[in-house]
C-alpha cells in the first residue's frame, strides 16, 4: 500500500527562501554576489549576541530550558508577565505554535492578499480554511477585513509593517479595526519589521503594551539584530493565550545559543540604533534615485521597497537581469504579487551597486519604463 500525505499537505505549496548566493554565483559564473532578497541586516548579527553565542558553544551538551531565560529577561524587559511571554524558532515557529494551539482542521482563518506568504504555508499545512481580501494602494484594507469576518472566522494575522509591501496601519486605525472584531476571534500581529516603524512612522504603536485578550503579537531577533541564521523569535499575549501554547511548543525550542543570542540582542541598543540609521540612510538614497529613474515602488515603513511591474514578464526579467549582475532581489508571485519585485534596503556600497545595475537594464530593456504605478 502506498503512503501519502492528506489532500491538504499533497496540494500546499512550500515556502521558498531567497535564492542562495552561491547558487546565483555557480549559475552565472561570478565572483561576486550580493543578497538583497531576504530583508537581512546588511550589517551582520549583533556583536554582543556574537559573543553570547561563543560563550554558549560550551554548554551545548546540555539540554536547552525551554526558552525561559529569555522569556524571563523579555517579560523583565517590557514590563509583563513570563506567563506573557513565549519564545521559539523565529517567529514562524512561535506562530506554528498558536495556530497548532487553538485551530483544528477546517476552521476559518482571515487575513489580506499581499502579505507573508509563511502565513499561507501555515495556513495550508494545517488545512485551515484560508480567508483573504484584496489590498488597497498595497496595503491592508482594514475594513474590508472587518466585512468578511463571519461566525466561522478564529483568527485574523495582520502584519504591520506588511511583508512584502512596507505598509503600516497606525493606533486610531487599528483601534477602529479592533473594536469590531468578536472577542473569541485571535487577532495575531506579526510586528517583525517594528523597529524600523517605530523610529519612521509618528502613528505606529505596538500591541505589546499593552495586553488584550485577544490579541498575540510576534516579534523576531532576525531583522534588526541580525540574527535569521539562528531561527529566535518571541511572542506576548495574554495568559489565557500563552500557557495553552506552552504545552504545545517544542519542549526544547529554541536552542541554547539561539536563546542566549536573543538575551545578548535585547540589550545590544548601539547595534539596534546603528541598524536603524544606515536603513534611514539608505532607504531616503534609494527613493531619490527610484524617482531619477522613473521606477515606481510603494512607500515602506520596513527595510525594503516593493517595485510595481507592468507585467509578470517584466519583473520576472528584472529579477533575471539584476542576478546576471550579481544582485539577486525577490520575486513575488508566493505572495500573490507576481508581477512586483521586493528589493531589500542595503548598505550604502550595496544599495548604490544596485542602482547601477538598475541604469543599465533600463536603458536596455525599454519596457520597464512602463513599470504600473
Same mark, same amino acid.
Given at each position: 500500500?502506498?503512503?501519502?500525505? &492528506?489532500?491538504?499537505?499533497? /496540494? ?24 538583497? #532578497? ?10 554582543? *549576541? ?5 560563550? /554558549? ?9 525551554? +526558552? ?22 523565529? =517567529? ?19 487575513? =489580506? ?9 501555515? *495556513? ?13 494602494? $498595497? ?36 483601534? #477602529? ?21 517605530? =523610529? ?27 540574527? /535569521?541564521?539562528?531561527?529566535?523569535? @518571541? ?15 517544542? &519542549? ?11 538575551? *545578548? #540582542? ?37 527595510? @525594503?521597497?516593493?517595485?510595481? $511591474?507592468?507585467?509578470?514578464?517584466? /519583473? ?5 537581469? !539584476? ?11 508566493? =505572495? ?9 534596503? +542595503? ?10 545595475? !538598475? ?6 530593456? &525599454?519596457?520597464?519604463? #512602463?513599470?504600473?504605478?
Amino acid at each position: 500500500m502506498k503512503i501519502t500525505p &492528506p489532500a491538504h499537505i499533497a /496540494a500546499l505549496q512550500a515556502y521558498k527562501p531567497g535564492k542562495p548566493i552561491e547558487e546565483v554565483m555557480a549559475e552565472h559564473g561570478l565572483a561576486d554576489v550580493i543578497k538583497l #532578497a531576504s530583508n537581512e541586516n546588511p550589517l551582520g548579527p549583533s556583536p554582543k *549576541a556574537m559573543e553570547a553565542v561563543s560563550h /554558549a558553544l560550551a554548554g551545548i551538551h546540555h539540554y536547552p530550558n525551554g +526558552g525561559k531565560s529569555l522569556r524571563e529577561a523579555i517579560a523583565k524587559k517590557y514590563r509583563l508577565s513570563i506567563n506573557q511571554v513565549i519564545a521559539g524558532s523565529g =517567529s514562524e515557529g512561535v506562530m506554528n505554535t498558536l495556530m497548532r494551539t487553538f485551530l483544528e482542521k477546517g476552521d476559518e482563518v482571515l487575513t =489580506s492578499d499581499g502579505t507573508f506568504t509563511g502565513f499561507y504555508v501555515l *495556513a495550508h499545512a494545517i488545512g485551515l480554511k484560508l480567508i483573504t481580501v484584496p489590498m488597497r494602494d $498595497f496595503a491592508y484594507d482594514l475594513n474590508a477585513i472587518v466585512n468578511c469576518i463571519s461566525e466561522n472566522t478564529k483568527l485574523i494575522y495582520l502584519a504591520n509593517p506588511n511583508n512584502p509591501t512596507g505598509s503600516v496601519f497606525g493606533s486610531k486605525v487599528f483601534e #477602529a479595526f479592533y473594536h469590531q472584531v468578536p472577542k473569541d476571534v485571535i487577532i495575531l500581529c506579526d510586528e517583525a519589521y517594528y523597529d524600523f516603524a517605530i =523610529s519612521d512612522v509618528p502613528d505606529y504603536f505596538t500591541l505589546m503594551d499593552d495586553i488584550r485578550p485577544n490579541v498575540f503579537t510576534l516579534r523576531t531577533f532576525s531583522k534588526s539584530h541580525g540574527l /535569521a541564521g539562528l531561527r529566535i523569535g @518571541f511572542g506576548t499575549g495574554p495568559e489565557e493565550i500563552i500557557v495553552p501554547m506552552l504545552k504545545v511548543k517544542l &519542549p526544547f525550542e529554541p536552542s541554547s545559543p539561539a536563546q542566549a543570542a536573543g538575551i *545578548a #540582542a535585547l540589550d545590544d541598543d548601539e547595534f539596534l540604533a546603528k541598524t536603524i540609521e544606515i536603513n534611514q540612510i539608505g532607504k531616503e538614497y534609494l527613493k531619490q534615485a527610484f524617482r531619477e529613474l522613473g521606477i515606481p515602488f510603494a512607500d515602506t515603513a520596513a527595510n @525594503f521597497f516593493l517595485l510595481p $511591474f507592468a507585467s509578470v514578464e517584466a /519583473a520576472n526579467e528584472f529579477v533575471a537581469e !539584476m542576478e546576471r549582475r550579481g544582485i539577486i532581489v525577490r520575486p513575488l508571485g508566493g =505572495s500573490g504579487l507576481p508581477d512586483c519585485v521586493r528589493v531589500s534596503i +542595503g548598505t550604502m556600497e550595496e544599495n548604490e551597486r544596485a542602482i547601477r545595475a !538598475m541604469k543599465e537594464i533600463m536603458t536596455r530593456i &525599454p519596457q520597464h519604463s #512602463a513599470l504600473s504605478t
